[in-house]
């Protein structure tokens, strides 16, 4: 939809004055509970020493962010082809899928944090460990999102291309991938949040770089500003990555009904 | 036209075919012995109560569907699996929601493999032809239910299949639409001699398109009777209507449904 740029401003304007008011809201809320006493500054910092901190200490932070990002996205990306992969073998093959789902559901159960020591001890005190347990955390939602659009495909489309004579590989491509496309962006939004958890908790196990071990460290020397800081800066890294993939979705499937709903809301709220 | 009974000449045979689904409960016969000649370039309607087996009929010709018994020729070949020389157009559009109109219509070209040129011309005088001008960089989701199904009926004729089946493709339109839509299939068989296998519920629609009318009985589907259409090749719509044979076609389609569904 073409429009113009006053009327888009206003748009964005309409879609974040709520948000955003919330999380000024909550700003207040964490400011009066430090600024009253009525919490030990030890236990719960101001906001404005949170933030002070967060300017002052912005390029060792830098660093670290960059280390956890760079594990997010790396095991996030694996995850990603991986499942696409393996979704794609389970909806062919009944034997794959019946195969791979019970040790899929397995390694989707077993506690991440439970075994990411094991994969310190084989994989070292790099960045290896941490993207593997990002991807562990990130794959299953993928797989479970792209077999469900794969098999979603309304079976007449799939009867018509029979017709068609295009054979599987057309059909993939031209018709049973792009209609999975949706169901994939809600399996992928998941797994890139899913990926920060990852790289984080790989980092608490060993490591000494990446955000996991900047809030260890400050936990250790009884640092709550800097505690603070840090879970503040995962949970940017994990919303601009959402937002990326909001991003990328909304370019890539303009057609697709949930973007048209959104259009359809608007226009009610404003009759 | 007349019926020609187990020639080489036939576009469609159909010869003594049962099918038989198992589902977990039971055994459900949808077609039991059925056979039907289709000579090339004919329209031959189907109408039958629902659930009788019309759908399963037309799957059985395109060879979506293999038949429990019996055998089927389509253009001379028998049938043993899809086969990729006809055009199907289902009930509903089905349309992929991504592409614009011209762009689904040209899927037919892209499955095949058939010279883009070529098809995208050919595409341009079908869009032509149905009214879609104007429309062909719409979406689906912008199109009305008439429209969709004028798509999904270029597309099944993009590349000028011998033999076109469609299964009640009129069903959800409104009635203004659906005689516009009559009009148009009745042109477009005139021009292109396809042959056409037509399911639907619609008794004038029946009639008014078709050389013959096969009425099925309820399931398992048994060819009830054979009507012929004694009506002129070309046909005004409403001078069709009007006219007595019209009349006592569609007249004697309906006693034979009512018959058919009133048997318990
Ligand atoms: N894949 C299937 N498995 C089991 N039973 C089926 C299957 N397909 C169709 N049937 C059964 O076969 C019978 C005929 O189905 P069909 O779809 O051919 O009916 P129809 O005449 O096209 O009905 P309608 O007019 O409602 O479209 C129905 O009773 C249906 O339940
Ligand atoms: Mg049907």
């Known amino acids: 939809m073409s429009t113009v740029p006053a009327d888009r401003w206003r748009g964005v304007v309409e879609r974040t004055w709520r948000p955003a008011a919330l999380l000024a809201a909550c700003l207040a809320i964490w400011h009066l509970v430090t ?25 060792y932070l830098w660093g670290h962010t960059w280390v956890t990002t760079y594990e997010t996205i790396l095991g996030f990306v694996i995850a990603g082809l991986l499942g696409v992969l393996v979704a794609v073998a389970m909806v062919y093959s009944r034997t794959i899928e019946s195969t791979a789902y019970p040790i899929l559901l397995f390694a989707q159960v077993i506690p991440k944090i439970a075994i990411a020591p094991l994969f310190v001890v084989w994989l070292g005190f790099g960045f290896e460990p941490k993207v593997v347990v990002a991807v562990l955390m990130a794959f299953f939602p993928v797989v479970i999102s792209t077999v469900t659009g794969l098999k979603s495909v309304d079976t007449e489309m799939l009867e018509l291309a029979a017709t068609m004579g295009g054979g599987p590989v057309k059909t993939f491509v031209k018709i049973r991938f792009p209609a999975a496309l949706p169901h994939l962006f809600a399996g992928l939004k998941v797994a890139v949040t899913l990926a920060v958890t990852g790289a984080v908790v790989g980092e608490f196990v060993g490591s000494n770089e990446g955000l996991g071990y900047v809030i260890l460290q400050a936990n250790g020397n009884m640092d709550t500003p800097m505690l603070f800081a840090g879970l503040i800066v995962i949970s940017v890294v994990g919303v601009v990555l959402f937002l990326l993939l909001d991003l990328a979705e909304k370019l890539m499937l303009p057609w697709h009904a949930s973007r048209r709903g959104a259009a359809v809301t608007t226009l009610l709220a404003k009759g | 036209m007349s019926v020609t009974l187990g020639t080489a000449t036939s576009a469609v045979e159909i010869s003594d075919v049962s099918v038989r689904f198992q589902s977990k409960r039971a055994e459900v016969t949808a077609v039991e012995r059925v056979s039907l000649d289709v000579a090339p370039g004919e329209f031959v309607s189907i109408v039958g109560p629902s659930g009788c087996g019309k759908s399963t009929l037309l799957k059985l010709v395109s060879g979506l569907l293999k038949p429990s018994s019996g ?98 493709p009129f069903g959800a339109l409104d009635a203004l639409t659906r005689e516009q839509m009559n009009v148009e ?80």
Not at chain 2, 80 to 107: C, K, M, T, Y
Not at chain 2, 191 to 209: K, M, N, Q, R
Not at chain 2, 234 to 247: I, L, Q
């Open chain 1, 35 to 59: 600024a009253t006493g009525m919490v030990e500054a030890y236990l719960v910092p101001s906001p404005a020493k949170t933030f002070g901190l967060l300017a002052d200490k912005w390029s």
């Open chain 2, 185 to 264: 299939l009745h042109r477009v068989w005139r021009e292109t001699g396809t042959t056409v296998l037509l399911v639907t519920h619609s008794i004038a629609e029946s009639v008014y398109l078709a050389n013959r009318v096969i009425v099925l009985t309820r399931r398992p589907a048994v060819v009830h009777e054979v009507i012929d259409v004694d009506l002129p090749a070309e046909r005004d719509y409403s001078a069709t209507m009007a006219r007595p044979e019209f009349a006592s076609a569609t007249a004697r389609i309906r006693d034979l449904l009512g018959a058919v569904t009133g048997q318990d």
């Open chain 2, 71 to 168: 055998s089927v020729t389509l253009l001379g070949e028998p049938v043993r699996g899809p086969r990729h020389d006809i055009g199907f157009v289902f009930q509903r559009a089905a349309l992929l929601e991504w592409r614009s109109a011209r762009r689904n219509i040209l899927l037919q070209a892209e499955m095949r493999g058939m010279n883009a040129a070529e098809a995208g011309r050919r595409a341009d005088e079908l869009i032509e032809m149905t009214g879609l001008s104007g429309f062909e960089n719409a979406l689906p989701h912008e199109l009305s239910g008439g429209m969709q199904q004028r798509v999904a009926l270029c597309r099944a004729l993009l590349h000028q299949p011998r033999v076109l089946l469609m299964d009640e």
